[in-house]
């Protein structure tokens, strides 16, 4: 089979029904979603048709199929200003065959590798500390992200890894960059708001497969998540 990703889509909150109740449709068991908020500036919020910035990201394991991603793209408008935005993330594993049979229903499509020109950046950083971590990320060219409240466990042991206190209550900040611009933009992140500052943030990046909601986008204006 052509294998398994982590089908990350991020669209307004009034929204979030409905993209849950397609992908269910499609036989996918399993959606997760999560409240987020958009990080994005005025500009960008024009830029996209977006007038809110209260988001609903919805997480889900799916065969590795550009069909689906494709069928999303046209049944959820995707390619509409505004509608959302849908990235795939590869899987490495499912533990245990009656897991995996139930997570993925249906045989995913052989595919030929693609060129990976976006990378998913999440940084965990302080709640309360978002706008330190997008001010940083701007500054290395980064569009927007979208933040999901979180909170932390294991804080005695990083403390004995960074040797300072670790806050429990967390923000996600998820961040869609191009790949040229991953590594600054990480680096911006560490720089400005990393463990050594306030909002004391972790940053690493996953490698998207594909992606869908960019295509109306000229690349002067970079995509938020």
Not at 110 to 122: C, N, V
């Amino acid at each position: 089979m052509g294998g398994a990703v982590l089908m990350i889509t991020i669209t307004d909150r009034s929204r979030g029904g409905e993209f849950a109740a397609w992908f269910q449709s499609q036989g996918i068991p399993l959606v997760l979603a999560a409240p987020g908020r958009g990080t994005a500036t005025t500009e960008i919020l024009d830029c996209l048709g977006l007038e809110a910035t209260e988001k609903a990201v919805l997480m889900l394991a799916a065969p590795n199929s550009r069909r689906l991603v494709r069928r999303a793209e046209r049944d959820l408008w995707l390619d509409v200003p505004g509608r959302g935005i849908l990235m795939t993330v590869p899987i490495a594993s499912i533990g245990g065959a009656r897991a995996r049979d139930y997570l993925l229903p249906q045989e995913g499509e052989e595919s030929m590798e693609q060129e990976r020109t976006h990378e998913l950046i999440i940084v965990i950083t302080n709640r309360g500390r978002t706008d330190q971590v997008m001010n940083a990320a701007r500054s290395a060219g980064a569009g927007g992200g979208t933040s999901v409240h979180a909170k932390g466990t294991g804080t005695e042991l990083a403390k004995k890894f960074f040797g300072v206190s670790i806050a429990a209550e967390k923000e996600l900040v998820f961040i869609l960059a191009e790949a040229e611009k991953r590594r600054p933009i990480m680096k911006a992140v560490m720089d400005q708001a990393g463990m050594q500052t306030e909002a004391q943030s972790l940053v690493f990046s996953l490698p998207v497969t594909d992606i869908a909601g960019l295509r109306r986008l000229d690349l002067e204006h970079p995509p938020q998540a």
